[in-house]
Structures are given as structure tokens and as C-alpha cells.
T-cell receptor
Framework: AQSVTQLGSHVSVSEGALVLLRCNYS??????LFWYVQYPNQGLQLLLK??????LVKGINGFEAEFKKSETSFHLTKPSAHMSDAAEYFC???????????FGSGTQLTVLP | DTAVSQTPKYLVTQMGNDKSIKCEQN?????MYWYKQDSKKFLKIMFS???????INETVPNRFSPKSPDKAHLNLHINSLELGDSAVYFC?????????????FGPGTRLTVL
């Protein structure tokens, strides 16, 4: 079985500040990990994914995430927040024979002016 | 061009009614999915089809029946709607069944059961 825990259902940062969204996973097989973003009233869009190649993964819109096996983490970061980054962010895991993604409960990011 | 489209975007209906949500993808993908997002934003897989064949069927009431007339379409029919069915339903598609394949999501259908 696989699961994802996203610490902090709401995160607020000031514009220009570092964004850090936390994701910890549990998996009995080598995981593939994903970050998706959901803007208001829209579907989910892939930000980045880890597929066992480089542990530091760069995605769209300046986001990146680092896979740390020892910490079972895949935290999402962005050096400088923009107002347009305000959205819901979902971490997801899959791997092994699993065909579906298992999502975390999401983190709502608010960017303050 | 919208890659994954869903209709309707909003659906308000009474308890006990039967309703359908349609999904179409123009990406040429072989695999399609239905997800349910509840009021707490928790997203869970319901069904998946690959080339019109059901490959994922999670524990969902049998009032929910997916239908895939061709690999570009995956519709969701819901019988005898209940209050607890109120949610946002997302359709998604991917190139194949590999768990490395990126899933592309539609804009969602917000279902409200009164």
C-alpha cells in the first residue's frame, strides 16, 4: 500500500519569499512521486515528477522538489513566490504494480502582497 | 484546443435522480480515469479504462457506472443520486497504463445533490 502525507493544509507566504510545501510518502516499493497544482475552478496540472533518475527534479513555473529516500520526503520549493502561485498543491505517489496515483490531502498556498 | 474536456461544468439535481457526466480527450491517449474530489479536496480514483477496457474499479457504489464508447470518451452515469455524491468529479487521461505516464486532468464537474 502507498500513502502520502502533506503537512500543513494551509501555507501562507509573502510575495518574494521562499515557498516550501511538505510531502512525506510511504511505499513498500520504489516510488514515483508527483506534484500537481490546482488553480481555482480548474483541473489538476502536473508541476513535476520523480521517476528514479535525478533526485532533484525541476518543474514548471520555477518549482523544484528533492527526493530524499532516508527521510521519505519529496518537498516542493520555489525560491520566490508570485501572486500567481496561489493555488492548491497535491503530492501523489505510485509505483510497483500500482496503476493509479494516490494523492495527499492537498496544501492551499496563499501568497500575501 | 482543450485537451481533456468535461460536460457539464456544473450539475445541480435532486436526490434520487439519474445523471451523466461526459468526458472527451483529444490527446490520442489510450487510458482514461474518473476521480472524485470531496469537500475537503481529497482526491480519489474511481475507475480507469484502457482502450475501452475497465482496468481499475475501486470500491465505488454500483450506482456509478462508467461507459467508454471509444478510447477518446469515458462517461460516468450515476443512478439514484444521494446527498453524499455531491463532489467535484475529474476526468483524466494518460498515454498508457504505465504509472510513469503523466495524467492530464479535465476542468472538473461540480455535482450538487439537493
Amino acid at each position: 500500500a502507498q500513502s502520502v502525507t502533506q503537512l500543513g493544509s494551509h501555507v501562507s507566504v509573502s510575495e518574494g519569499a521562499l515557498v516550501l510545501l511538505r510531502c512525506n510518502y510511504s511505499s513498500s516499493v520504489p516510488p514515483y512521486l508527483f506534484w500537481y497544482v490546482q488553480y481555482p475552478n480548474q483541473g489538476l496540472q502536473l508541476l513535476l515528477k520523480y521517476t528514479s533518475a535525478a533526485t532533484l527534479v525541476k518543474g514548471i513555473n520555477g518549482f523544484e522538489a528533492e527526493f530524499k529516500k532516508s527521510e521519505t520526503s519529496f518537498h516542493l520549493t520555489k525560491p520566490s513566490a508570485h501572486m500567481s502561485d496561489a493555488a492548491e498543491y497535491f503530492c501523489a505517489v505510485t509505483g510497483g504494480s500500482a496503476r493509479q496515483l494516490t494523492f495527499g490531502s492537498g496544501t492551499q498556498l496563499t501568497v500575501l502582497p | 484546443d482543450t485537451a481533456v474536456s468535461q460536460t457539464p461544468k456544473y450539475l445541480v439535481t435532486q436526490m434520487g435522480n439519474d445523471k451523466s457526466i461526459k468526458c472527451e480527450q483529444n490527446l490520442g491517449h489510450d487510458t482514461m480515469y474518473w476521480y472524485k474530489q470531496d469537500s475537503k479536496k481529497f482526491l480519489k480514483i474511481m475507475f480507469s479504462y484502457n482502450n475501452k477496457e475497465l482496468i481499475i474499479n475501486e470500491t465505488v457504489p454500483n450506482r456509478f457506472s462508467p461507459k467508454s464508447p471509444d478510447k477518446a470518451h469515458l462517461n460516468l452515469h450515476i443512478n439514484s443520486l444521494e446527498l453524499g455524491d455531491s463532489a467535484v468529479y475529474f476526468c483524466a487521461s494518460s498515454k498508457g497504463t504505465s504509472n510513469l505516464d503523466t495524467q492530464y486532468f479535465g476542468p472538473g464537474t461540480r455535482l450538487t445533490v439537493l
